[in-house]
């Protein structure tokens, strides 16, 4: 099996009616980035820096980061990489940048909003991958976004990072935001009119669409992001972004081939997950049509647990040749 998918690994995922799906990994070392490229990864959807640089005690310089992401970029040439800036907060602990102490850490000081008081560490982050994008295909997106006004907030951010360069913000460098808190998911219209991308992180918008903690031991069952009502807002956000804006998921349900069908039935064009998942979900995309992924996820918004819609995939699933 393993070497069957092997065989095919370089090629892309078509569906059966032509569609290409972009099917990416997830990265947090150059390392990685070698083996996302074997593995057949077509880019990455997502660079979790605050993991890259996770065991720093002092900040990375500028050009210690652009020394990293050229790295990356370099191992998947021509592929495309998708730099998150920097997220800190809930369970993920930067040690130079400490957080507040607060009792509720996951609604607290997260992702973007963990620079508004300070956004020296960010505009310096941004400012390398403006410089990374003038050689490389480079994304940048900003974790956590809840707001119209974080959005326009970090555009000045990076409008800011990009006056330091002589040339200015790389044309090339497209600029997007996760989807991971429903309010962006239900506004995703308003949040997106100057961006070229969304991702969505299935794994925060899981856990705030339930209110249910991601990791917890004691809610099996509840953090699904096969629950229907998560799927409801990946299709809120496929339906309402603005032109041209493109919809990609980077949480742990795109690596799983059940959940990657129906959120390709649901309208998203790109997919980022572990290295190890991307043979079987490219595999599993070239099995079905669109057609028959689009009605697949129109029962599924409608079936009334996590578990009826795995069961309904799964039956989907029973007719693959
Ligand atoms: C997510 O929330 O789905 C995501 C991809 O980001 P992280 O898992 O790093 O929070
Ligand atoms: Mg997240």
Redesign the pocket.
Known sequence: ERERLGRRAQEPALTTDGHRIAVKA?LASVAEAAQAAAAGAEGSG?V?T??LFGDRTQAPSVADQVAAFEAIAEALPGRGITI?TW?VG???PLPFHPQPEEANPFLGVRGIRSFREDPTLLVDQLEAVCRVARHHPVRVMF?MVTTVEEVDWALARLDEASHRLADGRPDALQVGI?V?VPAAALRAEALTTVLDFV?????????YTLAAE?GSPFLDGIADAADPAVLRLVRETCEEVADGVQVC?????AGDPDLALLLVGLGVRELSATTASVPAVKDVLRRHGLTDLEDLADRAVHADSAADVRDLVRRFRAGES
């Open positions: 997830n997502l979790r605050e993991v998150r997220d809930g369970d993920k974790p996760m991971e991702s969505i992180g299935s794994n925060d918008l899981t856990q991601r998921v980077c949480g742990d349900a």
